[in-house]
DNA sequence: ATAGGGTTAG
């Protein structure tokens, strides 16, 4: 796989020596130049008019052939001194002098000198020196207008261009492209097509610069048709309008279009640049087609581009998007110092493929080398931290936001609640769904969804009905919380009846809506209704319904059903290891051997095999992964003492193992041993061997639960006097004096 | 005399 990707390899500091070979951007003079005649008086007026820190002694000899054989012209020599190298306190001394000396040349000098304080980052100096200039032209109003949304400042941006129309000067052709930027960064809709509306008056429908914006500003607002629209009109395409449209369909979710329009582009003359690059393969990651992606990836190669950042950064993206995280970290490691966009990346990366420690990992990388997060690094680290499911690194992560700039952040909060709910504790995402002050949709739904997880349908619907007190409308998402919270806690009748009233606020079912309702119905017994419900569905069916339907089979045990449903899954998605499983545990609960061995056989020949099933147990931070009969751990010897004194207690409680339909039952962890060495057995034998009493036990695992352990475990809690947790593939079991949270309905 | 547009993470 290395040899097929020769590329990855990078001659050693070739992205710095680069820059080292730039070449410094001074003026090439004629050859014999004039012998320099300085007048006396112009030396003499310098020096009575300017301190030492400024060096000007060393700026006259640089640049001395500006001054030769004429006249000193003071506006001449100002703006030369306003060059790229300007520091702040040269920025307002040369203002100071030019008020003291009474030199008022007119706007142009302190344009020029905005500009420059613009360019070197210092947004409020430029407001102060416009703000000194009582009349501004139409160059000065530009230059702070381009300043404020170059810098972020957009809400600024609008409201200088506002300002610039009550003080009555016209707008002209950079104007527009500024104030533009501000309007679709923001974005703000309304404004974009005010100023689309003077840009008509003004006369500027042809120009190039201006209508780029435009198609811009519409993209990034969604309205894509319109976008398209004003593309269409434009007759000399240039790569940025080129690039605005394609990265317009790639940011809507049209991915496809994106791509169809690049091939139309290059049949034209316009030669693609690093950033049409970029856009073009967001919308190759976008639709997960590396093929096409590696082929752009050529293209970089053949365009000397492989050293760019941000291109390093995209094919990052795609190749772990494309599920081949470690070469997209060989991207990163190529690179000295990867930006924040580019942790990012590699972050998320490693969280959209399950990757969940290697994304902590370099989270804390991070962290080592004090590189600022932004709430777009901390979201994706607690998307890993969830996946992992360990309480104590999501506390970490809680205390460590609480101690930043993030603490009021309420998409980082967000992801808190759902980061909390997914590892074990509902009550600490409800306090820190209480303290957010102004909840959105987002922060509703993401609670009750967190109440789903845990079976407590109740809370999740008395909350829906608290979202709506307070004024806030449901969304999509919304209504899987609580139909997944319905399902989960067999209220079928509200899960019902809340699917039937997605429609007056305005909401579309979509697969995971019918999947949910399936579950509801099929879990409660009724298979008829479902069956029917499936039949009557106003979109096709997909694999999530299907295979809703097929689980309920498998726990009623209706046969004929489960292979309808289990046919349609086999051609929808053939290679997915669940659905074969699923069915051969029908057969199994039904006793049906023969058609067990048939599927086994299917299996065998398109190549599947069954995942294996593991536990995790967190003990003093650390993580110790168990599978079945495992007999790795350090303390192996009392672990398996801890199980078998377990085992013993059960039966004499009375406990009675049904073994027969679980040993045949495939999605359990096959043992040639007893039953009682399945992983979370270990895990809870380590747990009550090395912790102290009372304490409880929070357990993860792969793969569901089977009937056995599950009964084994509600006793064990009562035995034992602990409280223990067990998130499976699907959700949390709260087990607790001999009770589950479920209570058994899952 | 002065300056402008497009991109990547979620």
Same mark, same amino acid.
């Given at each position: ?57 060393? #700026? ?29 306190? #040269? ?65 600024? !941006? ?68 319109? !976008? ?60 997960? %087609? ?105 506390? *970490?992560? %809680? ?44 922060? *509703?739904? !993401? ?48 899960? *019902? ?13 979509? #697969? ?13 017994? #009724? ?220």
């Amino acid at each position: 796989m290395a040899k097929s990707l020769p590329f990855l390899t990078r001659p050693p500091n070739k992205v710095f020596s680069f820059i080292a070979l730039c070449p410094q951007p001074f003026k090439i003079r004629p050859l014999d130049p004039p012998p320099f005649r300085f007048p006396a008086s112009t030396l003499k007026f310098l020096e009575t008019h300017y301190s030492s820190s400024l060096n000007l002694t060393t #700026h006259f000899y640089k640049n001395k052939d500006d001054y030769i054989g004429s006249t000193f012209k003071p506006d001449k020599f100002y703006a030369s001194l306003i060059d790229d190298s300007i520091h702040k306190t #040269h920025l307002n001394q040369i203002y100071a002098k030019l008020l003291v000396t009474g030199l008022q040349y007119g706007g142009f000098l302190i344009a020029k000198l905005v500009n420059k304080a613009s360019n070197i980052g210092e947004v409020s100096c430029a407001r102060k020196l416009f703000d000194k200039f009582p009349d501004p032209d139409v160059f000065l109003w530009n230059a702070i207008v381009r300043c404020y949304s170059r810098h972020g400042f957009f809400g600024h !941006a609008i409201e200088m261009y506002a300002r610039m129309q009550v003080a009555c000067v016209s707008p002209d052709g950079f104007s527009f492209p500024c104030v533009l930027k501000a309007c679709s960064a923001l974005p703000a809709l309304e404004m974009g097509r005010r100023v689309h509306g003077q840009i008509f008056r003004h006369g500027f429908e042809s120009d190039v610069f201006v209508q780029n914006g435009l198609v811009a500003l519409y993209a990034k607002c969604g309205e894509i048709v319109r !976008a398209n629209a004003v593309f269409g009109r434009l007759v000399d395409r240039t790569i940025v309008s080129w690039t605005s449209i394609i990265s317009g369909y790639a940011q809507n979710g049209q991915p496809i279009e994106a791509l169809r329009i690049f091939s139309e582009m290059r049949k034209t003359n316009v030669r693609p640049d690093w950033i049409a690059l970029v856009s073009v393969l967001r919308a190759y990651t976008d639709v997960e %087609d590396l093929e096409h992606g590696k082929s752009i990836h050529g293209c970089v190669i053949k365009m000397g581009l492989e050293y760019e950042f941000d291109l390093l950064i995209s094919l990052t993206s795609l190749y772990a998007k494309c599920g081949h995280v470690m070469v997209a970290r060989l991207f990163f490691n190529q690179v000295e110092n990867p930006s924040l966009i580019f942790w990012n990346a590699m972050i998320s990366g490693y969280v959209k493929n399950g990757y969940a420690e290697e994304a902590i990992e370099l989270f804390r990388l991070m962290k080592s080398k004090n590189i600022r997060p932004d709430s777009i690094t901390v979201t994706s680290s607690f998307a890993a931290c969830a996946q992992i499911g360990s309480l104590e690194l999501a506390r *970490w992560m %809680d205390e460590y936001i609480s101690m930043s700039e993030f603490r009021n952040d309420v998409i980082v909060n967000t992801a808190l609640i759902d980061t909390y709910a997914k590892c074990g504790s509902v009550d600490m995402a409800r306090f820190v769904f209480d303290r957010i002050p102004d909840k959105d949709v987002v922060v *509703w739904s !993401a609670m009750m969804v967190g109440y789903g997880l845990h079976g407590q349908g109740r809370e999740s619907i008395i909350l829906f009905h608290a979202m709506r007190q307070a004024g806030v409308s449901p969304n999509d998402v919304t209504f899987v919380g609580l139909l997944t919270a319905c399902k989960n806690s067999g209220l079928v009748e509200e899960g *019902w009846d809340l699917f039937h009233r997605m429609g007056d606020y305005g909401i579309e079912p979509r #697969h995971q809506h019918y999947a949910c309702v399936v579950d509801l119905l099929g879990r409660a017994g #009724h298979l008829d209704r479902a069956y029917n419900f499936v039949m009557n569905m106003p979109i096709e069916p997909g694999v999530s319904v299907w295979g809703a339907l097929l689980s309920a089979c498998k726990i009623h045990r209706h046969v004929t059903l489960g292979e309808c449903a289990a046919e349609r899954l086999f051609s929808l998605d053939p290679y997915n290891t669940g659905h074969y499983v699923q069915l051969s545990n029908l057969y199994a609960s039904s006793r049906l051997w023969d058609c067990v061995a048939k599927v086994r056989v299917l299996m065998k020949e398109k190549g599947l095999t069954k995942h294996l099933g593991y536990s995790v147990i967190e003990i003093n931070g650390k993580l110790q992964v168990f599978q079945a009969g495992d007999k790795t751990h350090p303390r192996s010897k009392e672990i398996f003492e801890e199980v078998e004194d377990l085992e013993r207690r059960l039966k004499e409680a009375g406990f009675v193992p049904h073994t027969e339909s679980v040993l045949h039952d495939l999605n359990y962890e096959e043992t040639e041993e007893t039953l009682c060495n399945h992983s979370e057995r270990l895990a809870i034998a380590y747990g009550l061997i090395s912790t102290p009493p009372g304490t409880t036990l929070r357990i993860t695992k792969n793969l569901r639960a089977c009937n056995n352990c599950h009964a084994a475990i509600k006793l064990i809690s009562k035995l034992v006097s602990r409280e223990i947790v067990v998130r499976d593939a699907s959700r949390f079991h709260h087990f607790k004096d001999g009770a589950c949270s479920c209570g058994d309905y899952w």
